[in-house]
């Protein structure tokens, strides 16, 4: 395979610039996703829901067309300017967070929130893509796990300070407001979050510049038009094992975080704890978990990289989701809070040492020039059969059991069914990866 020679790459400062902008941008979308978990409560007392439908709208309402758009979106952003689709992308879903405060049913809150979907869809495929041509190899890993901060750091400042600022809101008394009317207290919050991302749109467009594909097919084409999707689709089955063992090890972490959608809720029904004093608990987690984690499983991903162990974010992401799995299933049967909070410590470190490597492991075993589309099946995979799966999974479950009391059980039961699979597909998929990871040497 044709290497590409280090000065094709853009400056490391403006590299790393744009890598921040890109981080700061994923926890606003973070920010955007989670800020319906504080509110489950004061939602389902309001619009009269079931714990099924909060879970329908914690899952697939965003999720449904989050990754039915992805591929198509990566597809895109393997041939136009990334900077354009994602700053696009942006304005959307900022857009449709604020229309979640005018919902005064659930299949207004319903469409809103599948519109939040539909405008994060275009941020994994372009960051990942960016990322991929703005970095050599062996820095990527540590580029992604900074991208891949912002996930549990938007969802740790989503607690933190929307935590109070929800507890806030909701001491107010309505607000009647011109050709809308009166909006209950909870809806406020979504304009508040919901408006900031608009100038991050504009930053995003006007500001970063679209680098050089670093695709060696591409570079010998003198620059025609990108890979199809059966092309795609082709590298796909020749790998099939690869990249199975991968989705399917992603799929139990990504539904074990959207069960942790519901903590919430857990904490207020089963240990009394209000909103606030619960976001400060999670919120803290899930920042320090996330700095350290996904910054750690960066610096291990490229440093075993580096010393010519190409599978090493596989290896990164099998010993977080180790940690994982025993944490996630006995967090929510702990006695008190205070033990729950411990053992929730450990298994969110394990989440983010392996969500920050895992974007990682797929391009250690895909060519530049698919990279976009792979990246796109990726999260497609990975959302559609856990993140859309688990939180009506957990609702229903608890719903069956006839007393939302019993929302413990429902995720702890979840998280078991899932991380079972996960465990088994990483251990039996080592070697398949370790051989196309071998194949992807620049």
Not at 139 to 160: D, E, F, H, K, Q
Request: net charge positive; proline share 7%.
């Amino acid at each position: 395979m044709s290497s590409v020679a280090p000065s094709a790459y853009p400056p490391a400062r403006y590299a790393w610039y744009v890598v921040g902008l890109l981080t700061l941008i994923h926890m606003v979308a973070y920010v955007d996703r989670y800020i319906l978990t504080l509110l489950i409560e004061p939602i389902k007392a309001s619009l009269s829901l079931s714990d099924l439908q909060i879970g329908l709208l914690i899952g697939p309402a965003f999720i449904i067309f989050f990754v039915t758009l992805g591929l198509p979106l990566g597809w895109l952003a393997d041939r136009k300017d990334r900077s354009l689709i994602l700053g696009c992308g942006i304005a959307l879903w900022s857009l449709m967070t604020a229309a979640c405060g005018l919902a005064k049913t659930f299949p207004a809150l319903f469409m809103a929130r599948v519109g939040v979907g539909v405008g994060e869809a275009s941020m994994a495929p372009c960051s990942v893509s960016l990322i991929g041509d703005y970095f050599p190899r062996g820095s990527r890993p540590r580029a992604i796990g900074l991208w891949m901060m912002g996930a549990p750091v938007g969802a740790g400042g989503t607690y933190l300070l929307g935590g109070q600022v929800v507890e806030y809101v909701m001491s107010q008394p309505p607000v009647t407001l011109p050709a809308i009317g009166e909006l209950f207290a909870w809806q406020s919050a979504f304009f508040i979050v919901g408006f900031p991302g608009l100038l991050l749109a504009a930053l995003m467009i006007w500001a970063v510049k679209e680098p050089l594909r670093q695709s060696a097919a591409q570079a010998t084409a003198g620059g025609v038009a990108g890979p199809s999707i059966r092309d795609t689709l082709n590298y796909f089955t020749a790998h099939f094992r690869s990249y199975v063992s991968v989705f399917l090890g992603i799929i139990g972490i990504s539904a074990t975080g959207a069960s942790s959608f519901w903590a919430p809720a857990l904490f207020e029904r089963t240990w009394g704890w209000g909103v606030g004093k619960t976001g400060l608990a999670v919120g803290a987690i899930l920042v320090v978990t996330g700095l350290f984690g996904t910054n750690f499983g960066g610096w291990l991903a490229a440093r075993w990289t580096r010393q010519g162990i190409y599978h090493g974010p596989y290896l990164t992401v099998f010993i977080g989701a180790l940690m994982v799995f025993p944490a996630f299933v006995i967090f929510p049967l702990m006695p008190t809070p205070e033990a729950a909070v411990a053992v929730l410590f450990f298994g969110f470190l394990g989440m983010s040492i392996t969500s920050g490597t895992s974007p990682s492991a797929v391009i250690a075993i895909t060519p530049g020039h698919l990279r976009g589309q792979m990246t796109a099946v990726f999260f497609l995979v990975i959302n559609l059969f856990g993140s859309i799966l688990a939180p009506p999974m957990v609702g229903y479950i608890t719903d069956r059991l006839g007393d939302p009391a019993m929302l413990k059980y429902g995720m702890s039961i979840t998280v078991a069914l899932f991380g079972t699979i996960m465990i088994i597909a990483l251990w039996t998929g080592l070697p398949a990866f370790r051989r196309a990871a071998a194949e992807q040497v620049e």
